[in-house]
């Protein structure tokens, strides 16, 4: 992302037979399917079911040493519930990714890592590696490189037991290529995670690309987080400006997309989890708090009031759970027991 210029197993059969239970587990317990609220869990020898929170909490794992606290998985906070890998690796192959670890966070082998995510899995958290970065370079601009990227993203599904895949491409899209390989994701992983992070601009009109991406894969899309960040001022869904780092900026720019064709389910609000963590946007859990509580409650708002409430939001992103973690944890505590206290 644009993250304050700073950035740098396969699944067991045993869960997949397991997948009818755990859905129904998941349900008592109210927590829903990957996609968005209302649909139905993936059936078939490849489901199971992705433990996404009604309301949930989306962070950002660094697998790499910027100066935030280095962390393993295991050290996460449990009150992130969509953990997202920082980030793929290109390869010669145009529109195909690896995953590398960097030695920097610590990990002695591959497979202590892959533990990690499968006990972050039982715990009902989901893992999903990340695509992009401000410096990511990954470009899937034809059916070839849509086709290689689906194929990698998959391989890599089933080498390391992540749940899916996270969108954060800030050198620009193409809707078509993108939804094309996306779509194969989901063939192949019906339950998959599809998690997504564009800057600012790129949601201020169901028109852009990103925003036509999440659009084209709504019946199976998770969450889109924007990043409210790192973008100046910027026109609400009300045709105002707001600058960022207001509670207003946040709720303006978060009903754009509520208004514009996505489920509340799918949307998520993006912030840095301390001023270090971006070059501006920074705000406090409590402008957080208030403005998850205006959009789904009516209350706290700013000046901006939107048009109706959103009960079904998702929740909230953060970068990064490195960066939570070096201020103290503010973010996990604050944010994440206000989101998992949601109606």
């Known amino acids: ?112 890592f892959k533990a990690d995510i499968k006990a972050k899995q ?29 194929d990698s993203v998959n391989g890599l599904m089933d080498e390391y037991g992540f749940d899916g895949v996270d969108i954060d491409l800030e050198n620009g899209l193409n809707s078509t290529y993108m939804t094309q390989a996306l779509k194969a994701v989901h063939a192949k992983h ?20 990103y925003f036509k991406t999440a659009l084209a894969i709504k019946d199976f899309l998770t969450v889109v987080n924007t990043q409210f960040y790192n973008s100046g001022s910027m026109n609400g869904c009300d045709g105002k400006v707001y600058s960022q780092g207001s509670v207003d900026f946040l709720t303006a720019l978060a009903c754009t997309q509520l208004e514009g064709g996505l489920d509340p389910s799918q949307v998520g609000l993006g912030v840095p989890a301390s001023p270090s963590a971006a070059g501006g946007g920074y705000v406090s859990p409590e402008v957080v708090n208030a403005a998850l509580d205006c959009l ?5 708002c700013g000046s901006f009031k939107p048009p109706r409430t959103y ?33």
């Open 1 to 112: 992302m644009v993250r304050a210029r700073i950035e740098r197993g396969t699944r067991t059969v045993h869960r997949r037979l397991l997948a009818g239970l755990a859905a129904a587990a998941l349900a008592s317990a109210g927590l829903v399917a990957a996609g968005p609220a209302g649909t139905a869990a993936a059936t078939g020898p490849a489901a199971r079911a992705a433990a996404v929170p009604r309301h949930a909490v989306t962070g950002y794992w660094q697998n790499f040493n910027n100066g935030a606290k280095v962390q393993k998985l295991a050290d996460v906070d449990d009150a992130y519930d969509i953990i997202a890998v920082a980030f793929a690796d290109t390869t010669g192959k145009p529109g195909a990714v690896t995953f590398n670890l960097d030695p920097a966070v610590g990990y002695s082998s591959a497979d202590a």
């Open 122 to 150: 039982a715990a009902g958290k989901s893992v999903v590696l990340s695509v992009g970065g401000e410096r990511g370079a990954v470009s899937v601009g034809d059916a070839a490189s849509a086709q290689n990227f689906a």
């Open 190 to 209: 019906p339950d998959v995670v599809v998690t997504m992070a564009p800057q600012t601009i790129d949601m201020l009109s169901p028109q852009n690309e």
């Open 296 to 300: 789904t409650a009516g209350k706290n």
């Open 311 to 343: 009960p079904g939001l998702r929740g909230a992103m953060t970068w990064s759970t490195n960066w939570d973690a070096t201020a103290g944890g503010a973010f996990a505590s604050q944010v994440g027991g206000h989101v998992h206290g949601l109606p």
